[in-house]
């Protein structure tokens, strides 16, 4: 199952510049009209809360395992 987690993380990975929450969002929306994944997922409806939330979990994850990127 595809997560809103896991999106994020791949379209932070793939941008070659930062990505607001805005833009995640707008993101989001485009991608469900082709990938039935984040339709089934309902990840075109996340809020830019859930998103700068997901962001926050992210970037502590990263601390915390103290990833080297």
Not at 14 to 26: F, G, M, W
């Amino acid at each position: 199952m595809v997560t809103l987690k896991a999106v994020i993380e791949a379209l932070l990975f793939a941008s070659q510049k930062p990505l607001a929450p805005k833009e995640i969002q707008v993101a989001l929306k485009s991608a469900s009209e082709y990938a039935e994944e984040i339709s089934e997922a309902k990840l075109s409806k996340a809020t830019e809360a859930e998103i700068q939330e997901t962001l926050y979990f992210l970037q502590k994850e990263y601390t915390d395992l103290n990833r080297s990127f």
